[in-house]
């Protein structure tokens, strides 16, 4: 009995140890999917639309230190140099948001209410649930985000600046909501995109189910030539 007992005592110790890898971040499914930059000097993606070849997104990444883990931030831009929103993901938390912002039509910047903090499956059976609310350029209205994503492939691979990468695709269902708590009734919209996340670079791709949006990585900038690039657009 006491080997026994013994025995489940070290398993469940060598269970503890495997929480989290060499980076800080969590041992979830993606672990090996995330971006892999953990440097506070900021990465920037750039994704292009392969249908409308002139809209781009820029995603900046970099990380933060916080009191007892690190926080990957990831900050989304048009085209034109404007923010969007930004998250900001625990490493140590199986990628738990932390904080959502988001830039609403005036160009302010809104804090949003986080209340349900997983935009990624932590497991290949997972359906992660995030939802955050944030008041609209409208004070009577409150503008609801909702995302739920699952695992629908885990054979795939990508190409990449030369290279193979194994990748896996994600189903998001979407929901937008405006809502007006004092009538009580929302307008709600659902749509449903594909993401690809690829080991070595993070996320690769994402666009409509159909691909009639599809946004794919071009290429990865270093915070001097994202500079650059907004100078020479400027």
């Known amino acids: 009995m006491k080997t026994v ?6 398993a469940l110790f060598a269970v503890s140890c495997k929480t989290t890898n060499d980076d800080g971040l969590s041992d979830t499914l993606f672990a090996e999917y995330f971006y892999p930059n953990r440097d506070k000097t900021p990465v920037v993606y750039v994704y292009q639309d392969s249908v409308n070849g002139l ?28 923010i969007t929103e930004a998250y900001q993901y625990g490493l140590k938390d199986s990628l738990r948001i932390n904080d959502h912002m988001v830039v609403d039509a005036y160009g302010e910047k809104r804090k949003a209410k986080v209340n349900a903090r997983y935009l990624l499956p932590r497991t290949l059976n997972d359906e992660s649930f995030f939802s955050s ?17 699952t695992v629908i492939n885990t054979k795939y691979s990508v190409d990449f600046d030369g290279k193979s990468h194994d990748a896996i695709q994600v189903r998001d269902s979407i929901k937008y909501q405006v809502f ?12 449903a995109q594909n993401s690809i996340y690829a080991k070595g670079i993070g996320l690769y791709s994402y666009g409509s189910v ?17 500079q650059m690039v907004k100078e020479t657009a400027m």
């Open 55 to 82: 809209n781009e997104k820029f995603f900046r990444t970099y990380v933060t230190t916080g009191e007892d883990q690190n926080f990957y931030n990831v900050e989304r831009y048009t085209s034109d140099f404007r």
């Open 180 to 191: 007006n708590p004092i009538t009580q009734k929302a307008k709600s919209t659902v749509v």
């Open 210 to 226: 159909k691909n009639t949006i599809l946004f794919k990585l071009q290429k990865i900038l270093t915070e001097e030539e994202w």
């Open 5 to 10: 007992v013994t025995f489940l005592l070290l």
């Open 133 to 149: 609310n944030f008041p609209s350029q409208l004070d009577s209205v409150v503008m609801i985000y909702e995302v739920k994503s």
